[in-house]
């Protein structure tokens, strides 16, 4: 049986991964000016007459994520190879949109009763949840803090609206646990919440900072929307993988959770009527029987649902890729190509 | 045994608290154009695609508070008796003001695992404590919204940092949890994050929308601040009342949660050891024995701290009203003196 899209090269599997963490690492490399920036910012703004915020904070932050929006807020500045506008900046941009990235994952762990991220207990595991809550709220403040100081009336417009669609996202999400019938758009609406919204904002407001017009604004914010959906989707299909080692992710969390993602709403849809008996017995009860989770892969197998999700990141990731044509050639928009394309391979 | 300050009127005990909630309703009937505008525009911002999050936030917003931060937001507009400003909106910030308030209910009642609020039951009792953290998300998000919306970099500034204050007073209130040698400063911090510097923000949005000068601006964040600090040391006071119809408190709420306020901290560092010992074992498990809030009544009345926290309240209310008096005699000015003259004596 095979995972990996009809479309992909046959590379071996294990290649993939690497391929996509050696994207990231050179992008990484190109920004590592900024980044090292973002990251003293970031630092300082942790700061906080409450030792417990500062404590939580810097567990959190600094616990070695890809620090993927600040890349792409920074990548996002350098393709336009403009000179910066002096108004705005995008380091301090970048460092709000990572403030607002941590604290919808604090809040996400307490909403998702999560014990573990990247290896690491959570925060909520540490400290309770009542002070992983309000650390998310401390969190969420000093983005705001940030957008006024380092934006512009425009930026703020695009932060805020993102801090609502994540919000409605998250929500709808949670609005819709354990729900089979959960529409394939309604799907959609929540990975847009979950991750595109905010992936745009951060290759935005990066443009913004570089003084970008209003096509090339428009080619990032489409560039970050798709790049985040096919992110999402190769995650959420990740989850249904028979590879363990699959960047910190717990296999199997989110049928565990009773969340429903594009595998499972294809599978469900495809199943006769006795699968669809044991789709309705299961999610109700996911932990039940170890076995449950074994037997719900099967029929996503048997239904190509993983390939077939692989099939729709591909559809993002080919319109992400189109948007950046309107830019020149440079190392930084190759790079962010090459970022897609492995993106959609991260399955293994 | 009185619990009323030595410096209050002496009139009935019922009388005092009809007498605040007169003022509240005098300011209302000044303020009711603005407010209808304020009520409206929040009930058009609470829609949202996700019917969950319009169900909760009209549970929340539209369940009948005082509406105190609304108020005074529109009584700081029309003190000034300027034009209005173009580019700045009273309503409008005055509807951010109020969502960051609901935002910080929701979270509050997770965080305290309270079930009632005003006589109704609290949102994570009916919902879920999940959906409260995230409705709570969405209520912060849309409020900077409206801010970005209908204000300008300078109330941008004013809002965002008071989010900040508002989060860190809440995390250093749940680090203090329990904490019997709490420092009265420290204290001080806690409810000027908690009620004061939101009802500050009430003041300083409404002024800059009315065209308040530097000097203006100052004494109206004077104003909110001080009378938000009398206001929330009387409500830690009425925790301790023999009243049991404090306007939908619950007496003894706050002692069963083993939050420290004004009268345990004072009550505490005036005790002798014997008592201290009784201190530091009710306050772990408040909950244990019915007789303990009663005893720690006593020995609160015995240091009179209830008179003491209202001394201090007092003192804060003195600071509010002089802020007042550089602007013009006005039946708003007039009816802000009364409002606060009245909190100090809403305790009965």
Not at 11 to 28: M, Q, R, T
Not at 278 to 307: D, G, H, M, R, T
Request: net charge neutral; with cysteine.
């Amino acid at each position: 049986m095979n995972y990996i899209s009809p479309m992909a090269e046959i590379i071996p599997i294990h290649e993939h991964k690497v391929v996509f963490n050696d994207a990231v690492k050179y992008l990484s490399e190109l920004c590592k000016e900024d980044l090292q920036s973002i990251n003293t910012l970031i630092f300082e703004k942790l700061d906080s007459s409450v030792p417990l915020i500062q404590e939580i904070g810097k567990y959190l932050i600094l616990s070695g994520g890809k620090r993927l929006r600040p890349i792409l807020t920074t990548s996002c500045f350098h393709i336009l190879n403009n000179k910066p506008k002096h108004n705005i900046n995008h380091i301090g941009l970048s460092a709000a949109v990572e403030f607002i990235h941590a604290a919808t994952l604090l809040h996400d762990d307490v909403v998702d009763i999560s014990k573990d991220r990247r290896g690491k207990l959570t925060a909520n595991e540490v400290w309770g949840n009542k002070t992983s809550v309000l650390v998310g709220d401390f969190l969420f403040s000093r983005s705001f803090q940030l957008m006024t100081k380092y934006g512009t009336m425009e930026t703020l417009k695009i932060l805020s609206d993102t801090s609502v669609i994540i919000s409605e996202g998250e929500v709808l999400e949670i609005s819709n646990d354990k729900n089979l019938e959960m529409n394939e758009d309604t799907y959609f609406q929540v990975i847009n919440g979950k991750t595109a919204s905010l992936f745009s904002t951060a290759c935005q407001v990066g443009g913004l900072s570089g003084g970008a017009k209003d096509n090339e604004l428009l080619a990032l914010k489409s560039f970050g929307t798709n790049f985040g959906m096919t992110f999402q989707l190769i995650d959420d299909a990740i989850d249904y993988s028979s590879n363990l080692n699959t960047m910190g992710k717990n296999i199997g969390d989110d049928f565990k959770e009773g969340k429903i993602t594009l595998p499972i709403i294809l599978a469900y849809g495809r199943s006769n009527d006795k699968e669809k008996q044991f789709w309705q017995k299961v999610i109700s009860k996911p932990n039940e029987n170890v076995n449950n989770f074994n037997l719900a892969k099967e029929l996503i197998i048997k239904y190509k649902c993983i390939e077939d999700t692989v099939v729709r990141a591909r559809h993002f990731a080919d319109v992400a890729i189109d948007s950046l044509s309107i830019f020149n050639d440079s190392k930084y928009k190759n790079a962010l190509i090459k970022l897609i394309e492995t993106s959609v391979k991260r399955l293994s």
